[in-house]
T-cell receptor, first 113, second 115 residues
Framework: DAGVIQSPRHEVTEMGQEVTLRCKPI?????LFWYRQTMMRGLELLIY????????DSGMPEDRFSAKMPNASFSTLKIQPSEPRDSAVYFC???????????FGPGTRLTVL | KQEVTQIPAALSVPEGENLVLNCSFT??????LQWFRQDPGKGLTSLLL?????REQTSGRLNASLDKSSGRSTLYIAASQPGDSATYLC??????????????FGTGTRLTIIP
């Protein structure tokens, strides 16, 4: 398996623009997690899905953030409109079960100017 | 609320030495504890996962231990190599009555192995 795949790897955009981050989990993993990492706050869980259904989105910072998982092999995290304080590295991770080992993708480094 | 602490924040040791990284957590009610490494500009790589019923796990030169009663886990790296230089993070998976457990990460220890 190729592991968790994320795209793009880097994204630079201007304030107010819409940003869409993409993730393909490991095949067979029922859980998908979106994290954000910053120097100030470390790793934060934004939202996670089980069998394509959002279970806990309490970590999503604002209504500008939304996430979908239309099928078992694809998820998106969208920020609309983006702001400079959204600049961070966004990671996607997947696992076989809720408390099982999590495997992370390489991340998307987002810079909002 | 579970809190995970890693001290020191940074550590430098000469190549070849054995070393120990520390992880402390405040709530002993956990399913498991996972150790990761993160290279600069990269994602997290899972190293070891210790279930709450286990005392330790080994993978190659790495050995992770878990002592729930004291709220501590250690990652032992034998015969360190320059390629071991990275940031090491531990994460505890707390048990919750609400079924919405979230992996709680420490802030990491940045390890530098000096050739």
């Amino acid at each position: 398996d190729a592991g968790v795949i994320q795209s793009p790897r880097h994204e630079v955009t201007e304030m107010g623009q819409e940003v869409t981050l993409r993730c393909k989990p490991i095949s067979g993993h029922d859980y998908l997690f979106w994290y954000r990492q910053t120097m100030m706050r470390g790793l934060e869980l934004l939202i996670y899905f089980n069998n394509n259904v959002p279970i806990d989105d309490s970590g999503m910072p604002e209504d500008r953030f939304s996430a979908k998982m239309p099928n078992a092999s694809f998820s998106t995290l969208k920020i609309q409109p983006s702001e400079p304080r959204d600049s961070a590295v966004y990671f996607c991770a997947s696992s076989l079960a809720r408390t099982a080992e999590q495997f992370f993708g390489p991340g998307t480094r987002l810079t909002v100017l | 609320k579970q809190e995970v602490t890693q001290i020191p924040a940074a550590l430098s040791v000469p190549e070849g030495e054995n070393l120990v990284l520390n992880c402390s957590f405040t709530d002993s009610a956990i399913y498991n504890l996972q150790w990761f490494r993160q290279d600069p500009g990269k994602g997290l790589t899972s190293l070891l996962l210790i279930q709450s019923s286990q005392r330790e796990q080994t993978s190659g030169r790495l050995n992770a231990s878990l002592d729930k009663s004291s709220g501590r886990s250690t990652l032992y790296i034998a015969a360190s190599q320059p390629g071991d230089s990275a940031t090491y993070l531990c994460a505890a998976h707390p048990i919750s009555n609400f079924g919405n457990e979230k992996l709680t990460f420490g802030t990491g220890t940045r390890l530098t192995i000096i050739p």
